[in-house]
């Protein structure tokens, strides 16, 4: 196990697989920027899924045990699921998640249930088609999602809904959102509008606090605590008093977790990034496509830039005054 510089030990690889996507969320890839003249990464620059095995290989022996395959938008990645296949059954990692928008979930959900996934988190910010529709940047409705969903629930996947909330856009979208989902036994989250990337105007009078948030859902319903010392989540879990589910809140702007922050970052180009926040990741693949690279110098390399880790950025958000470009949000997956 390989720990960094505050004693933060490497677990869990995010793994983005594009950074193109069907949506245009106005708080992740705003289509004023990512719009026609946006240049994505031609296909021939992403990781080949024969490098990303290197690099699994490599976590692992580090110490990672949970791998999220994410974007961009992850579907969009033709051969995913033979990749879920050999997560599972070559590097034997038993904690495989998928993050998506859901819109193409329902063809692949059945394909990805094949390859062994288990675990999916589906990102929706509204039930209301208008809302919905201008969040995601393209007008488009809820259904696709929601179909997404029931298929995947059908199939037996555990789900999570992610929701970005995001003040005077979708505040009115909790109470429904939270009905929906407890009524389905769908784990719901709320997600504080974080300031990632570079495009989407934050400004902390544009965020809606976890506490706001929890205080609409007490409004109408009975909830407890469900551990909240507990620091192996980033979620602040509650369950509905009612048995039904559990909600949670994804506080990263007023409440940070920085200090139990495990996450390990892989563009779809090969960059490693040991935070959110970043403004630039170590560039893997011109290491893993050079003639020096063998398996014990790519551990030597992941374990020195772990180790040398001093990432908080949440913690000292509000003393940064002058911020470099940060890397987007789609080119690192969340
Ligand atoms: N396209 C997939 C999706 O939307 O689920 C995967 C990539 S997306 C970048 C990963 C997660 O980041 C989503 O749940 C999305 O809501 C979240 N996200 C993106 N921009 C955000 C922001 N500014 N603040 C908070 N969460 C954000
Ligand atoms: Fe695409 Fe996900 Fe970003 Fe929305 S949040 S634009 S779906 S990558
Ligand atoms: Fe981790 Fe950086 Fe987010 Fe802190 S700001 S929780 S170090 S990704």
């Not at 979620?235 to 007023?254: H, M, N, P, Q, W």
């Not at 290491?287 to 772990?306: A, G, M, P, T, V």
């Amino acid at each position: 196990m390989v720990k960094d510089n505050r004693g933060r030990a490497l677990t869990d690889l995010r793994l983005s697989l594009t950074d193109r996507c069907n949506l245009r969320c106005t708080y992740c890839m705003p289509r004023e920027i990512f719009g026609s003249s946006h240049v994505f990464l031609k296909k021939n620059q992403w990781l080949k899924f024969s490098e990303l095995d290197e690099l699994v290989e490599a976590f692992v022996q580090l110490g990672v045990r949970k791998v999220r395959l994410t974007g961009g938008e992850p579907l969009l990645r033709p051969g995913i699921d033979n990749f879920i296949q050999r997560l599972r059954e070559i590097h034997k990692i038993d904690d495989i998640a998928l993050t998506t928008n859901g819109v193409r979930l329902r063809k692949h959900a059945k394909s990805l249930k094949n390859a062994g996934l288990e675990r999916i988190t589906i990102s929706l910010d509204a039930l209301d088609p208008e809302i919905a529709g201008e969040m995601n940047g393209l007008g488009i409705s809820p259904k696709a999602t929601l179909a997404g969903i029931e298929a995947a629930l059908d199939l037996g996947f555990t789900i999570k809904v992610n929701m970005v909330v995001e003040k005077g856009v979708n505040e009115s979208q909790i109470l429904p959102m939270a009905h929906y989902f407890k009524d389905r036994g769908v784990i719901l989250r709320f997600i504080e509008f974080m300031d990632v990337g570079n495009h989407n105007n934050w400004s902390i009078k544009r965020v809606v606090s976890g506490n706001e948030i929890l205080d609409r859902i007490m409004s109408e319903f009975d909830v407890v605590p469900i551990d909240l010392s507990s620091n192996k989540e980033v979620a602040k879990r509650y369950r509905y008093l009612d048995g039904s589910c559990e909600f949670g809140l994804i506080t990263s702007v007023t409440q940070t977790f920085c200090g139990s922050c495990t996450r390990a970052r892989v563009s779809a180009d090969g960059k490693l990034f040991t935070c959110l926040f970043s403004n630039n990741g170590l560039d893997l693949k011109t290491f893993l496509r050079s003639k020096e690279c063998d398996k014990s110098k790519l551990l030597n390399l992941l374990s020195k830039h772990w180790t040398k880790r001093d990432d908080r950025y949440s913690e000292l958000r509000s003393e940064i005054v002058n911020i470099e470009e940060k890397v987007e949000m789609s080119y690192i997956g969340g």
